[in-house]
């Protein structure tokens, strides 16, 4: 039973900061990618961040230098720290879990970036 958890989710001002988490049971965590994604009413779902196996993170574009990610193999979680959040950041955001041939999905966590 494999399961894949979101949370930290919820209303935050633009110009603040808001902590995301994705915790993650029944795998062997550190043989796993972790992706973070967004989507927004009406838009197609966008890549957002990627932790590897051998450690390093990749982000995208659009969130580079206000988001930071941390994996911690030991406690199967992964941290996502928005800062300087702008209202095009709202979506919900998920989390992805795979390697080849298995690939599982959070329910997603709701963020709203609004004044």
């Known amino acids: 039973q494999v399961q894949v958890v979101e949370s930290g989710g919820g209303l935050v001002q633009p110009g603040g900061s808001l902590t995301l988490s994705c915790a993650a049971s029944?795998?062997?965590?550190?043989?796993?990618?972790l992706d973070w994604y967004r989507q927004a009413p009406g838009k197609r779902r966008e890549f957002i961040a990627s932790?590897?196996?051998?450690?390093?993170?990749n982000y995208a574009d659009s969130v580079k230098g206000r988001f930071t990610g941390s994996r911690d193999n030991a406690k199967n979680t992964v941290i996502l720290q928005m800062n300087s959040l702008k209202p095009e950041d709202a979506a919900v955001y998920y989390c992805?879990?795979?390697?080849?041939?298995?690939?599982?999905w959070g329910q997603g966590t709701q963020v709203t970036v609004s004044s």
């Open positions: 029944g795998i062997s965590f550190s043989d796993y990618v």
């Open positions: 932790h590897t196996v051998g450690g390093s993170t």
């Open positions: 992805n879990v795979w390697r080849n041939s298995e690939d599982y």
